[in-house]
């Protein structure tokens, strides 16, 4: 089983930063793709940033310029460097992990979530 630890989230006001890490641990073959989801109460899950282990990135344009997604593929863990905080920032956040557990058998896996909660 892969299981994701996720830690970082948190109450920080609006302009402030958070940093967000995730790291994938378990049976696997290798990692193919990280990311961050978010859901904020009444909306549906959207795509925050996501990062191959290639490098390629992709963004939601509400967080271009603001947030920041690396990867460390030896450690098996990404992170998201939030910047420029906004109250309609808040949600939860969630961890995605897509990856091979073997050859031949694809896995993907998400974390419980972490709270972010940006204050006015």
């Known amino acids: 089983q892969v299981q994701l630890v996720e830690s970082g989230g948190g109450l920080v006001q609006a302009g402030g930063s958070l940093n967000l890490s995730c790291a994938a641990s378990?049976?696997?073959?290798?990692?193919?793709?990280m990311g961050w989801y978010r859901q904020a109460p009444g909306k549906q899950r959207e795509l925050v940033a996501t990062i191959t282990t290639g490098g390629t990135t992709k963004y939601a344009d509400s967080v271009k310029g603001r947030f920041t997604i690396s990867r460390d593929n030896a450690k098996n863990t990404v992170h998201l460097q939030m910047n420029s905080l906004k109250p309609e920032d808040t949600a939860v956040y969630i961890c995605?992990?897509?990856?091979?557990?073997?050859?031949?058998?694809?896995?993907?896996?998400w974390g419980q979530g972490t709270q972010v909660t940006v204050s006015s």
């Open positions: 995605n992990v897509n990856g091979e557990i073997r050859s031949y058998v694809a896995f993907t896996s």
């Open positions: 378990g049976s696997f073959f290798r990692i193919n793709s």
